[in-house]
């Protein structure tokens, strides 16, 4: 069964610095998303990304995060300046007929800032 | 946020019965509602879901129950079978659009014994 991968699954990182979370969506899906849950809380809706553009963030999006798609195949999460709030996993999810019908989700990259 | 509340945080059912989760939701512009299952260090998978024009969908031994007017859907596993014991989550789509925003509540672990 397709599977969307996720790398690394555990990333420790320093605040301050920038890091960069890997996925590789399902090769014929066209929507991607990225969801986070804080140990303990929710799973939130980071963005929504279709035809190489966000389609929709949330507030927890802000300036300090970015996607990019750079190849046809991964999709990336860029956090610029960690901080210590931004420990949690990280999930990446792909889609071929939009929301309604259900992701995949990836198994996650657990982020820790130190 | 607190536009999708799952009340139980667990549920343990002996195997062979009917579990029955919870899911309440304050948003009326909710439009799609799914279910999802996680397992410990793997991502949420999908399960079901089911439209707010409908009130009811079944999908082998599960079946999603919409009440509209209470704002309120349930989700119920018959028979339950060990290898259901997981976390499971409502979630609620949201934003304009298909960009694919889906809200969660907070989870339910069920624990089905031999």
């Known amino acids: 069964e397709p599977e969307v991968t996720q790398t690394p699954s555990h990333q420790v990182t320093q605040m301050g610095q920038e890091v960069i979370l890997r996925c590789v969506p399902i090769?014929?899906?066209?929507?991607f998303y990225w969801y986070r849950q804080i140990l303990g809380q929710k799973v939130e809706f980071l963005v929504s990304f279709y035809n190489n553009e966000i389609s929709e963030k949330s507030e927890i999006f802000d300036d300090q995060f970015s996607v990019e798609r750079p190849d046809g195949s991964n999709f990336t999460l860029k956090i610029r300046s960690t901080k210590l709030e931004d420990s949690a996993m990280y999930f990446c999810?792909?889609?071929?007929?939009?929301?309604?019908?259900?992701?995949?989700f990836g198994s996650g990259t657990r982020l820790t800032v130190v | 946020d607190q536009q999708v509340k799952q009340n139980s945080p667990s549920l343990s059912v002996q195997e062979g019965r009917i579990s029955i989760l919870n899911c309440d939701y304050t948003n009326s512009m909710f439009d799609y509602f799914l279910w999802y299952k996680k397992y410990p260090a793997e991502g949420p998978t999908f399960l079901i879901s089911?439209?707010?024009?409908?009130d009811k969908n079944e999908d082998g031994r599960f079946t999603v129950f919409l009440n509209k007017s209470a704002k309120h859907l349930s989700l119920h596993i018959v028979p339950s079978q060990p290898g259901d014991s997981a976390v499971y989550f409502c979630a609620a789509n949201s934003g304009s659009g298909n960009t694919g925003k889906l809200i969660f509540g907070q989870g339910t672990t069920l624990q089905v014994k031999p």
């Open positions: 089911i439209s707010s024009i409908k």
């Open positions: 999810a792909s889609s071929d007929k939009g929301y309604n019908y259900g992701y995949t």
């Open positions: 090769s014929n899906h066209l929507y």
